[in-house]
């Protein structure tokens, strides 16, 4: 029995199947699963399959011939069968395999063809080089990159609604391009005054290839080419007027239709592509609403066939679904190079850039960003960002200004980086039968616990209070080792002891009061050192273990929340 081509799709989340349902299985909405027909295969089918031995010798339908044009199977004589050609010599189809060229092997449904030798390499003669990447303009996402876009990569940049994706892509390419002119500028000033190339170097934009039927960057345009497949050329040049990414090295492009962008990469060759984005990109060679896991699968499988023919590489702006992850077939993130995550609350300027996928550098990198009217500026310092009277840190005296009750710092890691995290805690006598408890960057249920470790080991009596506790700047403390200068801000609200601002806990509590030691204390140590903190209250170290020491830091080793609470000076009195 013939199989349906007739699928149905969810236009919410992707999920494709054989049979209609008014409530997608996979995300739960309704009325979002409509029908549509699968692209029918080619008609060029074959019965047999075909396979080449080690010793040339052919093997179709069961029979065997030597591969050089003579068949065994009758005997014959040489029979002019040119390679990869189907046509038989008697009942015996024969595959010349001694004329430089492969026999392919084949399913039913494909054809075999000759292979030339020049798309084969030996490993041994691929040169090895450093691909020279390309510089995005922002410190903070070649960091997540690895160093730069490399050329004929494809990026996948996904995120929340409304969070910056197309703001971030835009500006990087105003920065490109810009960065093209200067380049050609300063060329041709070194060309006016007569000074020689030097022999044997290259510019510092200039890719060594590694295989001599590779396009390089230099064969590319100075241009950068963005396509738009939501917003028109008119709304585009407004936003990029906002954010200064204006440049007449920069050209717009507004379209939905595959062919149209392939035929734009083909033709500007740029150095740099956006395609904003691929759940509106479609093909008319496939059928399938735009954003099905069918058309995005192929829009994704022709824009990358694009990027490493021709050395162009692309940013591909990608939606999420309800739960957070990329929308369409799970195959679009193995198909790209890399893939990032813009991260953020849209209420507050924070965004962070993480690479979950990287062919060519880590995956636990992040970038920071601060997201204002102007555009997306990066955040090289975060402890600005994070911190609250950051000019005031590393102030001492307890009546000091800098000095704050209810306020503690701590480090989190996220990647390679320690970024510090300000806890603020306010406590209030409650009027209701069940006091209220407010967070915001904390779990709620880890807050729970560290009331009821207070009250039972440090002394500290919370159970009646209302509690209000949050974060500088949309920063999180789920971290466990936050759980340290969580507890020191209640109990500095409590008792009205202000901490030190040029101090800060590090920690992880557990339920017998225990002060637990952390993963990769001293990158947290030396970030505390480096904006200018003096004092760390840490988790002592383990037995046998090597005590950690960093210039410029005064580590108080702790083994128990009430130690800790009167290293700090915020314990009862």
Request: proline residues 5%; hydrophobic residues 35%.
């Amino acid at each position: 029995m013939a199989k349906s081509s007739t699928q149905y799709l969810c236009s919410e989340c992707g999920w494709s199947g054989g049979k209609w349902f008014g409530r997608c299985p996979e995300c739960g909405q309704w009325g979002t699963v409509e029908e549509f027909h699968e692209a029918r295969p080619s008609s060029r089918t074959r019965a047999a399959k075909i396979m080449v031995t080690e010793t040339g010798v052919v093997t179709a339908g069961g029979r065997t011939g030597t591969g050089r044009g003579t068949n065994a199977g009758n005997g014959s004589a040489n029979s002019s069968v040119r390679a990869g050609s189907t046509r038989a010599a008697g009942t015996n189809p024969v595959y010349d395999v001694s004329a430089g060229g492969i026999g392919a092997v084949r399913t039913s449904r494909t054809e075999a063809v000759y292979v030339p030798d020049s798309l084969i390499t030996p490993i041994t003669e691929v040169a090895d080089h450093d691909v020279d990447r390309i510089g995005t303009g922002f410190e903070e996402f070649d960091r997540v990159l690895g160093g730069g876009i490399v050329p004929g990569s494809v990026v996948l940049v996904a995120g929340e609604p409304g969070i910056g994706k197309s703001t971030l892509l835009l500006e990087t390419a105003g920065r490109v391009a810009k960065s093209i002119g200067d380049t050609a500028v300063s060329d041709t000033a070194n060309t006016n005054t007569g000074d020689a190339a030097p022999t044997g170097n290259t510019a510092s934009n200039t890719t060594t290839v590694t295989a001599s039927n590779t396009p390089t960057p230099t064969d590319l345009t100075g241009k950068v080419l963005y396509v738009s497949g939501e917003e028109s050329t008119a709304q585009v040049r407004m936003r990029a007027g906002r954010i200064g990414a204006v440049n007449e090295n920069l050209l717009l492009s507004s379209t939905t239709d595959l062919a149209t962008v392939l035929g734009l990469l083909e033709q500007v060759n740029p150095r740099l592509a956006i395609v904003d984005s691929a759940q509106t990109i479609t093909s008319q060679d496939v059928d399938g609403i735009a954003g099905g896991s069918t058309q995005v699968r192929e829009v994704a499988s022709a824009l990358i066939d694009v990027a490493k023919s021709r050395g162009i590489p692309v940013l591909l702006v990608g939606h999420v679904t309800k739960d957070g992850s990329i929308a369409g077939p799970r195959t679009l993130e193995h198909l790209v190079d890399v893939v990032c995550q813009f991260e953020g609350d849209p209420q507050t300027a924070l965004r962070m850039l993480r690479a979950v996928k990287n062919r060519f550098g880590p995956t636990d990198e992040v970038g920071c960003f601060d997201m204002s009217g102007e555009g997306i500026d990066e955040v090289t310092n975060p402890g600005a960002l994070f911190l609250s009277d950051a000019d005031d840190t590393g102030s001492t005296g307890s009546g000091g200004s800098a000095n704050t009750e209810g306020t503690c710092v701590t480090f989190t890691v996220d990647g390679h980086r320690s970024l510090p995290i300000e806890v603020q805690a306010l406590v209030t006598n409650s009027v209701l039968p069940t006091p209220r408890r407010a967070t915001n960057g904390i779990d709620s249920n880890r807050l729970a616990m560290l009331v009821a470790v207070l009250y039972r080991h440090g002394k500290v009596p919370l159970l009646t209070n209302d509690l209000y506790i949050s974060t500088i700047a949309g920063g999180l403390a789920k971290e466990p080792s936050c759980d340290l200068a969580v507890a020191a801000a209640l109990a500095s609200a409590a008792f009205h002891a202000p901490i030190p601002r040029d101090w800060a806990a590090i920690g992880e509590i557990s339920l017998t009061g225990q002060v637990r030691p952390v993963p990769r204390l001293e990158y947290r140590l030396r970030e505390a050192a480096r904006l200018g903190f003096t004092h760390v209250v840490v988790p002592k170290h383990r037995r046998g273990a090597k005590p950690i020491s960093v210039d410029g830091i005064t580590v108080i080793e702790v083994d128990s929340l009430p130690r800790a609470l009167r290293a700090l000076g915020v314990e009862r009195k």
